[in-house]
């Protein structure tokens, strides 16, 4: 790499660099104070200022496509007031190479976005909410304010808080249904672990009360101890009771594909996934419909200026994603399409503004 394409790259990296930590910062400030008013007896500020920089790749990661944007745009904007890219362009540097050194960051963020949106940010993400709900109900999750249900199978589950790696459960409450949809056996346990004993797995649950739905009565039974085999292991467990788009691309496509097995509704979660297996071209998209309006209509434009369309540029491309979401689900048209609308949309608008350049 010469020269000059090192420092058009470097420049705008550092742009990228200041971008992520202005958002990052103002996010975490956010997010902190909305944590606090979370607190109790057991989940204190100390737990809480844990728990946000646990999740904060997340946020991070969710971020990257508009710092890109940001960055573009301010690193070339610079460039542009202090006139060298006229003097590059002068000099016989096409604007071709010029757009490829801006991307030569981009490839990287996007890279790193696939790694954090994969492996770092979903684990950390998991156990944070783990330990957070552990936590704040004392080690004891006896209500039901938390959780989620899930159907498995003939049983529809609900699980109060999920320790660290999925292999213990807190409050857990079960509902067997028969063919007919009609109740047979409810059973609540404080806790449930994991047992694997070689080829056979299954949950031991402790403290049972247990009530069975006969034809003309009800049979109420309390056990210390009961077996519970059902086909949910700690892998299925991991991305349970965290929300789709909070969690990696391969555990969204697993569990799609289990809803769709169990014959419930997986659009949300192929929506999600689809939408975290292409951040990467969104955010290169974004930063093509950056790099053509710094060449193109933000050339002479002031600082603030560009800071003000690159705010609007990605609003617009926000609020174009979270529009065609629900729309897409109501439907049942294929979330493919719809996350790859705003990202067409993007290129096409960027390659037509350089084409005129």
């Not at 956010?30 to 737990?47: I, K, Q, R, V």
Request: hydrophobic share 50%; charged share 15%.
């Amino acid at each position: 790499m010469g020269l000059l394409a090192r420092y058009v790259s470097k420049m705008v990296l550092g742009a990228m660099l200041v971008v992520l930590g202005v958002i990052a910062t103002i996010d975490l400030i956010f997010t902190l104070a909305d944590e606090l008013g979370s607190t109790n007896e057991f989940y204190t500020a100390a737990h809480a200022v844990m728990y946000v920089l646990m999740t904060m790749p997340t946020s991070v990661y969710e971020l990257l496509p508009y710092v890109a944007l940001g960055g573009a745009i301010i690193g070339l904007g610079v460039l542009a007031s202090s006139q060298e890219l006229l003097i590059m362009q002068s000099a016989g540097i096409k604007t071709t190479r010029l757009i490829y050194w801006v991307l030569l960051p981009v490839f990287g963020v996007m890279l790193f976005s696939l790694i954090l949106g994969e492996w770092v940010a979903p684990t950390l993400q998991q156990r944070a909410q783990s330990e957070r709900a552990v936590i704040m109900s004392g080690g004891q999750a006896i209500t039901s304010e938390g959780g989620q249900w899930r159907k498995i199978g003939n049983e529809f589950i609900h699980v109060n808080a999920i320790a660290p790696g999925g292999r213990e459960l807190f409050g857990v409450t079960v509902y067997e249904l028969d063919e007919q949809r009609r109740v047979l056996r409810s059973s609540f346990a404080q806790i449930a672990e994991y047992i694997d004993e070689g080829e056979q797995s299954y949950w031991r649950m402790h403290d049972v009360q247990e009530t069975l739905f006969g034809s003309d009565r009800l049979v109420a039974a309390d056990y210390p101890m009961y077996r519970w085999d059902i086909d949910m292991s700690p892998e299925l467990l991991s991305v349970l009771l965290v929300r789709p788009d909070r969690q990696s691309i391969s555990g969204l496509f697993r569990f799609a594909r289990y809803f769709d097995s169990e014959g419930l509704d997986s659009s949300s979660y192929y929506l999600a996934f689809w939408k975290k297996l292409m951040q990467p071209l969104a955010t290169l998209a974004l930063v093509v419909l950056a790099i053509s309006f710094v060449f193109g209509p933000l050339r002479e434009a002031t600082m603030g200026h560009r800071v003000f369309v690159a705010i609007a540029i990605a609003l617009g491309f926000t609020i174009a994603q979270r529009t065609l979401e629900p729309v897409t689900i109501l439907y049942g048209i294929n979330p493919f399409f719809a996350v790859l609308f705003p990202i067409l949309l993007c290129v096409l608008v960027g390659l037509y503004l350089l084409r005129r350049v």
